[in-house]
């Protein structure tokens, strides 16, 4: 490595790679933290690093470097947590909002309950992981942010699907741990037959499974199911469709949850009702309405679906629509004193521009990007909005990603206080 260039990091990108600049040009760097003096591996791998940060700890897992899911377990934890709060108040400062001091939450190792990964074949071997940062998946013989319980199933499963002859270069399988046990779909697996659902009963039913899904080509269908699945969202439970949409922890649920509901008034106006938009399953959909009558929207037709059974005889009227198409329009709106949205990671520029115009008491806006947080927020500083807090959730510990709720008001806590009377 000798030969390589001597760079000097600066900072890290929205990737979490180090940035330095050589020759007038930026270079990324991986696995590189702000302040050190390092020479970049040349095929993007670890580099070796001449000068440390302060902040530079020993990964705790063993994948560190070849796996694609944990890319800053170089960086100390709470060194994290500050860099992904502050993407977030730098995007609302570029919004131009003077962003308060965020509540910071922070998932635990060993918590998550949701996950996707990679199959692949390798002659007799199966390989199942995540994929390398270039590459085909790395098979995931140790595993720091998956729940132990689901993690337990990756070496019964690698068993499973060496038993099956059509594997697809693309198969996956998506794991959820709802309430009611873990949760599978299988996709690109193969052909689904009468001895296949066989054995997938079986190994169901080894391994306490609840519900094992298959998608291919013509669709999602329920390969077996051995109880109902069920999931509890505030009190209520949802049976969410294989592969649905999760919240990646319970605690970060939880801290998402209890970020928006401070954010809600006490009481509305008596006709006052509250939006839910890009609703999901009805992560919050359900907790809002302990506060008032809550209208929620989502556009995925299994979500939706979910959603609406699990309504039935609550505050809560569930609709499916498509919210990038068909946007909930600011005349629709004039009943709404609260709107919470939670968008994908794509952001919500059409919805949001409807909800500036509608201009509701309260805007609470669920990111899972700041950068199209920065880019939507601008449309309500723009209508007059003012940013009264903000909470910042790092549920995907020791990657890039960072979630966070942002609490806009019309006027300040004053328009909060005029919804209530």
Known sequence: MSGLPTLDITALGREGDGIAHAGGAAMFVPFALPGETVRAAPDG???EVLRASPER???PCALFGACGGCVLQHLDRQAGLAWKAERVSAALRGAGFSPPAPALFQAAPRTRRR??????????????GLHRRRGAPVDMSVCEVLEPRLFALLEPLRGLLRRFPGLSREASVAINGLDSGPDLLLRGAGRLDAPLRRILAEFAATHAIARIGWADREGVETACQLRPVRHVLSGHAVQPAPGAFLQATRDGEAAIIAAVMAGVPERLRAKGRILD????IGTLSFALAARGKVLAFEGDAA??????????GTRVLAARRDLVRQPVLAREMAENDVVVLDPPFAGAAVQIREIAAARPAVVIYVSCNPDRLGEDAGALARA??????????????????????????????????????
């Open 45 to 47: 791998g670890l580099p």
């Open 57 to 59: 700890v020993a990964p």
């Open 115 to 128: 996950i996707d990964l990679a199959i692949r074949r390798e002659g007799d071997r199966v390989a199942l």
């Open 277 to 280: 938009l890009f609703a999901g």
């Open 303 to 312: 979500a939706a679906s979910a959603l609406a059974a699990a309504a039935g």
């Open 384 to 421: 007059g909005y003012s940013l009264d807090a903000v909470s910042v959730i790092d549920q995907f510990l020791w990657s890039a990603h960072v979630e966070s709720v942002s609490v806009f008001t019309r006027a300040g806590r004053q328009a909060a206080g005029r919804a209530a009377r």
